[in-house]
């Protein structure tokens, strides 16, 4: 079990390697730097700027060196906490992402828990009521539910807020505690908002686990080992939460790092369209906006977010699964 | 299995099911599942409508009324206001109505005014494919407009868009679902077919595609292609975009069906048979698991479809004068435009729509793919 989990470590911090350099492509990728877009914004203005301006400017950036030389003084920096500079925001990157990053990681969290919460106890109850009613409206939804993109459902629930109630669902914060500094009232504000984007993203992930935990625990409870444990005489519910549904467990604990990632992957848009304040509108903003230190840093940030919950995931499931914990083929 | 019947093979009576091909076991299998066949109806809907969306649609999908400036949905009637029925379908006139405190424009249908719908009408001329010019529409009518989506701020009719946006989406669809499968099939065929490093190195680089999260990555390349690129090269570079991430799951599946074939009987036989091995991989190791990659496929089309709409809808994907459907939803982002013009959410019916019967597709083709499995 050492063995592996060394293993793993050290594929971890290969691959987190190849991801700063993919980063790295995404802040060089668009045409022209970032000194061009400024001067473009400041010829806009009315200020003239002189073909000197921009060298001196590219100089002082660093942006005269080779590629490779401007890599390691941005990795070298990353490595240091330092993440560059905004110019969008006039202000460390850092600074600007620390303020919003925490509350993407409470909505991520409060997502994932929301999905499993929802999505193994209907599961299990679908696959042992199987062809109930209750078993199929879960599947009809759960179909729906994969079908719907987050950010169509939020769209809906928006006009549905706006239309019934006159409220608007989106955003973390009523109005008066917008600015105010954090306080339990203001927390507790926070979590009164938090269950619409926490519905809207873990919609798809939820019908997903549900479908695979139905799936898995109708093929486990036709197996003999259920049948003989019923004969034995075991009450049916702990019978039922003793064997199968740990057996069904399974995949979906092997899944966790791919829904993390499902979650991460689908927060940026939907935080634009119930204007959430997380890193999402930052990101998509930082790149349409060429602001590209922003912009790197932010997809470290997600990649890294994905690649330590895969990580997690695998050691969950070495401690769930004795087979893979061992060593032979799960 | 359902099919009992019997044929003649050498003037013998057989079941027909000894003597069905793979195929035809699929096949057999696969219209039994009622949902995946509704499906198959439903996306042949679908298909019709991108293939004569300019047929179909009374306008073009940038044509302006400026008489009818967000305008409600226009409802066809049998019956009319005093619940006599109708033989010949007919709308209500739209009358433009001011208010006289806010100013603000608002419409009402005008009950006293009938105009009758109108089948294989004339009306603005297109080149149906680029080839056909012609100016026959399925529906319309003589003076007055006709609106059966409503319209949006500029006044364009959101019906006629959304025929023109389901075949730009579906289009999407195809030709990232052939570029994935294109990758798909050489990156999985090398790593099963050469084994070793080569494997090893494109299995790594898979799982290290599949562990980046994808509509980030997503977003950061469309938003590196150049503004002044024509809408033509954008979508196509938008698709390649979609695919060079997506290939990941044919690959596996490619690879892993190549390595558990090599070592079957059959390609033992070819082998010694004297066929090249373009001959075994074309031939013998190919049609063997053509149907998993069919499903595979079937898969993914829905997955790009949403990928494209979600680009298109932030504003870094596909742009006007092209029209999909995440184009479309672009324009419904804020929630003041869609307390004014709920109407124009009807776009997402036909995303739901389509994805759901891909899914239920799959479905059908998945469990299709292994005939004789109970």
């Given at each position: 079990?050492?063995?592996?989990?060394?293993?793993?470590i050290?594929?971890?911090?290969?691959?987190?390697?190849?991801?700063?350099?993919?980063?790295?492509?995404?802040?060089?990728l668009?045409?022209?730097?970032?000194?061009?877009?400024?001067?473009?914004?400041?010829?806009?203005?009315?200020?003239?700027?002189?073909?000197?301006?921009?060298?001196?400017?590219?100089?002082?950036?660093?942006?005269?060196?080779?590629?490779?030389?401007?890599?390691?003084?941005?990795?070298?920096?990353?490595?240091r906490?330092?993440?560059?500079?905004?110019?969008?925001?006039?202000?460390?990157?850092?600074?600007?992402?620390?303020?919003?990053?925490?509350?993407?990681?409470?909505?991520?969290?409060?997502?994932?828990?929301?999905?499993?919460?929802?999505?193994?106890?209907?599961?299990?109850?679908?696959?042992?009521?199987?062809?109930?009613?209750?078993?199929?409206?879960?599947?009809?939804?759960?179909?729906?539910?994969?079908?719907?993109?987050?950010?169509?459902?939020?769209?809906?629930?928006?006009?549905?807020g706006?239309?019934?109630?006159?409220?608007?669902?989106?955003?973390?914060?009523?109005?008066?505690?917008?600015?105010?500094?954090?306080?339990?009232?203001?927390?507790?504000?926070?979590?009164?908002?938090?269950?619409?984007?926490?519905?809207?993203?873990?919609?798809?992930?939820?019908?997903?686990?549900?479908?695979?935990?139905?799936?898995?625990?109708?093929?486990?409870?036709?197996?003999?080992?259920?049948?003989?444990?019923?004969?034995?005489?075991?009450?049916?519910?702990?019978?039922?939460?003793?064997?199968?549904?740990?057996?069904?467990?399974?995949?979906?604990?092997?899944t966790?790092?791919?829904?993390?990632?499902?979650?991460?992957?689908?927060?940026?848009?939907?935080?634009?369209?119930?204007?959430?304040?997380?890193?999402?509108?930052l990101?998509?903003?930082?790149?349409?906006?060429?602001?590209?230190?922003?912009?790197g840093?932010?997809i470290?940030?997600y990649?890294?977010?994905?690649?330590?919950?895969?990580?997690?995931?695998?050691?969950?499931?070495?401690?769930?699964?004795?087979?893979?914990?061992?060593?032979?083929?799960? | 299995?359902?099919?009992?019947?019997?044929?003649?093979?050498?003037?013998?009576?057989?079941?027909?099911?000894?003597?069905?091909?793979?195929?035809?076991?699929?096949?057999?299998?696969?219209?039994?599942?009622r949902?995946a066949?509704?499906?198959?109806?439903?996306?042949?809907?679908?298909?019709?409508?991108?293939?004569?969306?300019?047929?179909?649609?009374?306008?073009?999908?940038?044509?302006?009324?400026?008489?009818?400036?967000?305008?409600?949905?226009?409802?066809?009637?049998?019956l009319d206001?005093?619940?006599?029925?109708?033989?010949?379908?007919?709308?209500?006139?739209?009358?433009?109505?001011?208010?006289?405190?806010?100013?603000?424009?608002s419409?009402?249908?005008?009950?006293?005014?009938?105009?009758?719908?109108?089948?294989?009408?004339?009306?603005?001329?297109?080149?149906?494919?680029?080839?056909?010019?012609?100016?026959?529409?399925?529906?319309?009518?003589?003076?007055?407009?006709?609106?059966?989506?409503?319209?949006?701020?500029?006044?364009?009719?959101?019906?006629?868009?959304?025929?023109?946006?389901?075949?730009?989406?579906?289009?999407?669809?195809?030709?990232?679902?052939?570029?994935?499968?294109?990758?798909g099939?050489?990156?999985?065929?090398?790593?099963?077919?050469?084994?070793?490093?080569?494997?090893?190195?494109?299995?790594r680089?898979?799982?290290?595609?599949?562990?980046?999260?994808?509509?980030?990555?997503?977003?950061?390349?469309?938003?590196?292609?150049?503004?002044?690129?024509?809408?033509?090269?954008?979508?196509?570079?938008?698709?390649?975009?979609?695919?060079?991430?997506?290939?990941?799951?044919?690959?596996?599946?490619?690879?892993?069906?190549?390595?558990?074939?090599?070592?079957?009987?059959?390609?033992?036989?070819?082998?010694?048979?004297?066929?090249?091995?373009?001959?075994?991989?074309?031939?013998?190791?190919?049609?063997?698991?053509?149907?998993?990659?069919?499903?595979?496929?079937?898969?993914?089309?829905p997955?790009?479809?949403?990928a494209?709409?979600?680009?298109?809808?932030?504003?870094?994907?596909?742009?006007?004068?092209?029209?999909?459907?995440?184009?479309l939803?672009?324009?419904?982002?804020?929630?003041?435009?869609?307390?004014?013009?709920?109407?124009?959410?009807?776009?997402?019916?036909?995303?739901?729509?389509?994805?759901?019967?891909?899914?239920?597709?799959?479905?059908?083709?998945?469990?299709?793919?292994?005939?004789?499995?109970?």
């Amino acid at each position: 079990m050492f063995h592996l989990i060394t293993r793993r470590i050290a594929a971890l911090l290969v691959t987190l390697f190849l991801i700063s350099i993919i980063a790295f492509i995404i802040i060089q990728l668009p045409p022209g730097d970032f000194v061009d877009a400024y001067a473009g914004k400041k010829t806009q203005g009315g200020v003239i700027i002189t073909q000197d301006e921009l060298d001196v400017m590219r100089v002082r950036l660093g942006m005269d060196k080779p590629l490779y030389q401007q890599y390691l003084k941005w990795i070298g920096g990353v490595v240091r906490g330092d993440l560059g500079f905004s110019w969008e925001y006039h202000r460390p990157v850092k600074d600007v992402i620390g303020e919003r990053l925490p509350l993407t990681l409470v909505m991520v969290f409060a997502t994932l828990v929301f999905t499993y919460m929802v999505a193994i106890p209907i599961g299990i109850y679908s696959a042992v009521r199987q062809y109930s009613v209750g078993d199929h409206i879960a599947t009809l939804l759960g179909y729906l539910g994969l079908a719907t993109p987050g950010f169509l459902f939020a769209l809906v629930l928006l006009y549905l807020g706006q239309k019934w109630f006159g409220m608007n669902v989106g955003g973390l914060f009523s109005p008066e505690f917008e600015d105010a500094a954090w306080s339990w009232a203001k927390f507790a504000d926070v979590l009164s908002h938090l269950w619409v984007p926490v519905i809207v993203l873990g919609m798809a992930g939820t019908a997903f686990q549900l479908r695979t935990m139905r799936a898995t625990l109708l093929d486990e409870l036709n197996k003999m080992y259920v049948t003989a444990a019923r004969a034995g005489g075991i009450p049916e519910f702990n019978l039922l939460i003793k064997y199968p549904v740990r057996m069904a467990l399974n995949p979906i604990v092997a899944t966790l790092g791919w829904e993390l990632s499902k979650v991460i992957s689908g927060a940026p848009i939907i935080s634009i369209v119930l204007s959430l304040p997380t890193i999402g509108p930052l990101y998509v903003n930082a790149l349409l906006n060429q602001d590209m230190y922003l912009a790197g840093a932010l997809i470290l940030i997600y990649c890294i977010l994905v690649i330590v919950g895969t990580f997690i995931s695998d050691i969950l499931l070495m401690i769930l699964d004795p087979r893979i914990r061992l060593g032979g083929k799960g | 299995m359902a099919n009992k019947g019997y044929i003649d093979v050498n003037n013998k009576k057989v079941h027909r099911i000894d003597y069905a091909t793979h195929w035809q076991l699929m096949w057999w299998k696969f219209r039994k599942n009622r949902m995946a066949m509704i499906a198959v109806g439903v996306l042949g809907i679908f298909l019709i409508i991108s293939l004569f969306a300019d047929f179909i649609a009374p306008y073009k999908s940038g044509t302006r009324n400026i008489n009818y400036l967000q305008g409600p949905p226009i409802r066809v009637h049998l019956l009319d206001d005093k619940g006599n029925f109708h033989f010949h379908p007919f709308i209500y006139e739209m009358v433009k109505k001011r208010d006289p405190v806010t100013y603000r424009v608002s419409y009402v249908t005008d009950t006293s005014k009938k105009i009758p719908l109108r089948f294989f009408t004339r009306g603005e001329t297109y080149r149906l494919w680029g080839l056909f010019e012609s100016n026959l529409h399925l529906f319309g009518i003589d003076g007055g407009f006709i609106n059966l989506f409503g319209t949006d701020q500029l006044g364009r009719d959101l019906f006629s868009r959304i025929m023109y946006a389901t075949r730009i989406s579906l289009s999407v669809g195809a030709v990232g679902v052939s570029f994935v499968f294109i990758l798909g099939l050489i990156m999985g065929g090398i790593a099963g077919y050469l084994g070793g490093q080569t494997d090893e190195l494109i299995m790594r680089l898979m799982e290290f595609i599949r562990s980046i999260p994808t509509i980030p990555l997503w977003l950061a390349m469309a938003a590196a292609l150049p503004r002044e690129w024509s809408s033509l090269k954008i979508y196509l570079a938008v698709t390649i975009i979609l695919a060079s991430v997506g290939w990941t799951n044919l690959g596996r599946r490619v690879r892993s069906k190549l390595i558990s074939i090599r070592e079957e009987d059959f390609i033992l036989s070819a082998r010694l048979a004297g066929c090249s091995d373009a001959r075994i991989i074309i031939h013998h190791m190919l049609p063997s698991f053509m149907s998993y990659i069919i499903v595979d496929l079937t898969i993914s089309f829905p997955y790009i479809i949403l990928a494209e709409t979600s680009l298109s809808f932030l504003g870094l994907g596909l742009r006007e004068p092209i029209v999909s459907w995440g184009v479309l939803l672009y324009s419904a982002q804020n929630i003041q435009t869609l307390a004014q013009m709920p109407w124009l959410l009807i776009t997402g019916l036909f995303i739901v729509i389509s994805v759901l019967a891909f899914n239920f597709m799959g479905d059908g083709l998945r469990d299709a793919a292994d005939p004789l499995a109970k």
